[in-house]
């Protein structure tokens, strides 16, 4: 089993690449199928969703159009609560769009990224993530129509995933095990 060190923390592989091509193939035929002539516009909620995202839009065969946003952070003492949207940079009013997010966890980020999009007067907004923690999830969602792969609460890194800014570039996903496991 592979495994990798960053900083404090161990991981071992956890999903490969080709696991992870094969499930994004699956997913981009079901987007096109029901997004035929539907024009969509996908979502990419940055940073984590960048590798995704590519590997996305080439298994998606209808015309659609990307855009990208980040959400953005109150500082100091209100760290981590999320203010609000940066840089979607077209009119979305009218037009069905697609989230991208890397991974759903609480669903925090989900949350105000939905709500913020909803001000826009978009015609719909589905959901379409490569990871999801349902055992982490403090929210109800109705939209959450793609989900690559359902994991546990384990931190996970790779494939556009960090820890501490760190191993965004690895092609394959890792999770974190104990110390003990490794040693
Ligand atoms: O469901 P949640 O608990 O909100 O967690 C999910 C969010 O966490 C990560 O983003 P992060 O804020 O770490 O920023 P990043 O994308 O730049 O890594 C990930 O990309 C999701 O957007
Ligand atoms: N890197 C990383 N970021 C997250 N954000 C929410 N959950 C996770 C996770 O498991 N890994």
């Known amino acids: ?16 690449y080709e696991q992870i091509k094969k499930r994004i193939r699956l997913m981009g035929i079901d987007i096109s199928v029901k ?22 839009m080439k298994q998606v065969h209808v015309p659609c159009e990307v855009s990208f946003v980040k959400l953005s952070s109150y500082q100091g003492t209100q760290q981590d609560h999320i203010k609000e949207l940066l840089g979607v940079g077209m009119d979305l009013s ?40 349902p055992d982490c999830l403090q929210h109800e969602f109705d939209n959450i129509t793609y989900v690559g792969f359902e994991i546990d609460r384990e931190f996970v ?5 960090d820890y501490n800014g760190q191993c965004r570039n690895l092609p394959d996903i890792y999770k974190n095990v104990a110390h003990s496991e490794t040693a």
């Open 157 to 161: 890194v790779g494939y556009g995933l």
């Open 35 to 56: 997004y035929a002539d539907k024009n969509p516009v996908f979502v990419g909620v940055l940073n984590g969703c960048f590798m995704f995202m590519a590997d996305l």
């Open 1 to 16: 089993m592979k495994h990798i060190q960053i900083d404090n923390l161990d991981f071992e592989l956890f999903i490969d």
């Open 94 to 133: 009218g037009r069905e769009i697609i989230i991208v997010e890397d991974i759903i966890d609480s669903g925090n980020s989900l949350q105000h990224t939905i709500a913020a999009l909803e001000k826009l007067n978009v015609a719909s907004i589905a959901v379409c993530a490569l990871l999801m923690k």
